[in-house]
């Protein structure tokens, strides 16, 4: 099983994150499967890090296994849809990237892939204008529309396709909107897709 995740793919979050880059293509990275974090169990904060940045995102469940997907297939190729967190140590990112390294260890410890309970697609709607939010302690602190993707689902399933053979059960992790932020122990995290909660857990 593989996480395949996509930076930079909302226009307000690259906005906050003071990146001006002009993107042709999806920019993809991968997180092992040990990053995986599902069924409400506990983030326990690394004690690496002490920036622990929470980012909000569609997570797109792979159903059948597919290589050179053309995107006008790429729809047949999932069915089902969560909310899930792209976990970042913020501060090893921002020393990995003034010193030109590669930054898999921010995005890929132990748990930073956070996923709640699968839906079928049919259930919520059009893939590409679905709203989605972050509660944390009650209170929203991050929200987020499909349609406000710079690149659609279909797109990155075929152009990671050109890279990777998609096999059944790997995640897509298809990028955050604007509005991240920092988790402390105790925080009580709850994603919601329109208004159906398919994520809860707690930080320790």
């Given at each position: 099983m593989k996480i395949i995740c996509v930076g930079m793919n909302y226009a307000n979050h690259n906005k906050e994150m003071h990146n001006s880059l002009l993107l042709k293509e999806p920019v993809i990275f991968l997180k092992p499967d040990s990053a995986l974090l599902?069924?409400?169990?506990?983030?326990?904060i690394p004690y690496f890090s002490e920036e622990i940045n929470y980012e909000t995102e569609i997570v797109v469940k792979i159903n059948r296994l597919g290589k050179h997907i053309d995107e006008k297939f790429a729809h047949r190729y999932y069915e089902e849809i969560?909310?899930?967190?792209?976990f970042t140590a913020r501060d090893l990112q921002r020393e990995f990237k003034q010193k030109g390294l590669p930054w898999e260890l921010c995005k890929g410890f132990d748990g930073s892939a956070t996923i709640g309970e699968f839906v079928p697609l049919t259930q919520v709607g059009e893939i590409q204008n679905?709203?989605?939010h972050l509660d944390i302690d009650g209170s929203t602190v991050q929200a987020g529309n499909t349609s406000d993707m710079i690149f659609a689902v279909d797109k990155i399933i075929a152009f990671a396709s050109r890279f990777f053979t998609l096999k059944q059960g790997d995640l897509l992790f298809t990028g955050t909107?604007?509005?991240?932020?920092?988790?402390?122990?105790?925080?009580?995290l709850q994603g919601f897709l329109r208004d159906r909660k398919t994520l809860d857990f707690f930080v320790r």
């Open positions: 599902k069924d409400g169990k506990p983030f326990f969560t909310v899930g967190i792209d679905i709203d989605f909107p604007a509005g991240v932020g920092t988790v402390g122990i105790g925080n009580h």
